[in-house]
């Protein structure tokens, strides 16, 4: 029989999934029921019309790993068994590849399995040793080829939001049992990323360029003593140059150049050379600009200006190109604006501000572990501080107890967090007085929680477990994880600081002064180029509310 023209309509789509579900005659009743619901809610989750939707694994993959449950109101619980049924549902029309439980292991790899004492390598390789269960694939007969088959299984049959990822996982996993676990099979697996590399070893070029690139950096690590020296740079500035400079040598490699005529940093900076290689970089990007070239231009202009000392005109050339990159590039990514209009949203606003706290509560609540809810008050911690005291991670990671947390006045509730000029990036000094409910907050989690954590001799606000400070990537995933399963927006610790800004410029628009000031900028000028339009919808709601009050003879005062 010839499909409907309905059915034709909604085939590969979650709508023709729901339909299938409803179609197969041996489901039970209940299970019908359960996958029914499950497809339905992916949808609504989605918010997207159920028949747009595409039955599309790799694409469904992406998407739902944008979803926090918790923050639409469903139970991780709730959510992993919606997930499963969804699977499930799916796999009526298109085949997939069953979750890591679903299917036993052989008795063969079974054996292997229990040597594996590491337990996070046991969650890695399972999926694939259950597939080669399945599969009928034993240990004696695995081969490079059918680890390929595997990964196209992944990126075909999962709902993986980065199959690539889970098999570098699975890659190292199985490298590692191969040399570990008596009776593995000997054979090596490989990952092979889709990114393109093109940076090359300094050995590539001629050693002179490598000598002057390190006598340009030890100018700016505090080495050159001269009157008209730069201040120095943090360790961390001067790696970024060190890979910049090699990136954009290999840049000029790639456009078609012999690497051994790039001897110092005159042949990168010579004016064909600077154009060519900010191509390469322009080139490499889709749509019209690219923050990366502009950051390559400006660092090489400098270069070009105090190492080399170019003749003015091919200064003025630069200049003009960097300003044409920067106008390109203006204040705030487009991305970053996107993650931030949710914010927009009441009910997400409220969500965004109100997570510290309710952390605390789940923290008190009894129901966590006494480490689990330590760290969870300390998230809280690090939220209040970002959304009360924006600060830049590298000096919320270094709070200190002793240097950083300050209280000028005989009251419990006065608490100041000051950190030197010394130790900001752009020289100002930052002192921020909390308000009592966060002064609180960063109390309770210091007499209840931190000493789970650290030592009592350990002073750092965010204690690491080998002692010292908590390491930076480590609070940062803490931060970012957690603001997207309770509120379900991506915002990183860095971009804390352009939320405070938004949140403010939308109930106050126009007011750049006061977020200059909160945010330790020096100039408002720049604040205000980063930041206009931000809060051009909060603006437009006030205008309006002045027209129709006058529309409806109700002045506005």
Do not use: C
């Not at 997939?96 to 046991?122: D, F, I, K, T, V």
């Not at 919808?537 to 003879?553: M, N, P, Q």
């Amino acid at each position: 029989m010839a499909p409907s023209p309905a059915s034709r309509a909604t085939s590969g789509t979650l709508a023709g999934v729901l339909e299938a579900v409803l179609a197969v005659p041996d489901l039970s009743p209940q299970r019908r029921q359960n996958m029914a619901s499950a497809v339905r809610t992916v949808a609504r989750l989605l918010d997207r019309p159920i028949e747009s939707i595409p039955a599309d694994p790799q694409l469904l993959g992406r998407w739902l790993k944008g979803i926090s449950p918790e923050a639409s109101g469903i139970t991780k619980a709730r959510w992993n068994n919606v997930r499963s049924l969804f699977r499930a549902a799916l796999a009526l029309t298109r085949p997939m590849l069953p979750g890591r439980q679903a299917q036993p292991l052989s008795p063969a790899w079974r054996a292997l399995y229990e040597r594996l004492e590491n337990r996070n390598r046991r969650m890695r390789l399972s999926r694939l040793l259950r597939y080669f269960s399945v599969q009928w694939i034993e240990p004696a007969m695995v081969t490079e080829a059918y680890g390929d088959a595997f990964v196209r299984v992944l990126k075909e049959e999962t709902l993986l939001a980065d199959p690539e990822a889970t098999w570098r996982d699975i890659v190292w996993a199985w490298n590692r049992s191969r040399v570990e676990v008596p009776g593995w099979p000997d054979v090596t697996f490989a990952f092979k990323s889709r990114r393109k590399r093109f940076t090359l070893p300094w050995t590539a070029f001629p050693s002179s360029l490598k000598t002057d690139v390190d006598g340009y950096l030890g100018r700016l690590d505090g080495r050159d003593l001269s009157e008209d020296g730069p201040r120095p740079v943090r360790p961390a500035t001067l790696e970024l140059r060190e890979r910049q400079l090699r990136a954009f040598a290999s840049a000029l490699v790639q456009r078609g150049r012999d690497p051994q005529t790039i001897r110092t940093l005159a042949d990168l900076v010579a004016l064909d050379a600077y154009k060519d290689g900010l191509r390469f970089f322009l080139d490499r990007r889709t749509g019209p600009s690219s923050r990366s070239a502009k950051e390559f231009a400006r660092t090489l202009k400098a270069i070009a200006k105090y190492w080399v000392k170019v003749d003015g005109a091919t200064l003025d050339s630069m200049r003009r190109i960097v300003r044409k990159l920067s106008g390109e590039a203006r204040g705030m990514t487009q991305k970053n604006r996107d993650r931030l209009r949710p914010l927009g949203d009441p009910t997400i606003r409220q969500d965004f501000v109100n997570l510290p706290h309710r952390l605390m509560r789940m923290a008190a609540s009894g129901k966590l572990r006494p480490k689990r809810a330590a760290l969870m008050a300390q998230t809280a911690v690090a939220l209040e501080i970002l959304l009360m005291a924006p600060m830049r991670m590298r000096n919320l990671i270094r709070l200190d107890l002793e240097r950083n947390l300050v209280r000028p006045g005989r009251t419990r509730g006065d608490l100041h967090i000051v950190v030197p000029a010394e130790e900001v990036k752009n020289g100002e000094p930052l002192d921020y007085p909390l308000p009592e409910e966060s002064a609180s907050l960063i109390g309770r989690y210091l007499e209840q929680y931190r000493p789970l954590l650290t030592p009592a001799e350990n002073q750092a606000l965010f204690p690491g477990p080998g002692g010292g400070t908590k390491s930076a990537r480590t609070l940062a995933l803490q931060i970012t994880k957690t603001v997207s399963r309770f509120v379900g927006i991506k915002v990183n610790p860095h971009l804390f600081r352009h939320a405070a800004a938004k949140l403010h410029l939308d109930q106050h628009p126009g007011e750049y002064a006061i977020v200059a000031r909160a945010l330790g900028n020096r100039s408002i000028d720049v604040t205000t180029a980063h930041y206009t339009g931000l809060e051009t919808t909060a603006a437009v709601r006030h205008f309006d509310e002045t027209i129709l009050s006058l529309r409806h003879g109700k002045p506005k005062r």
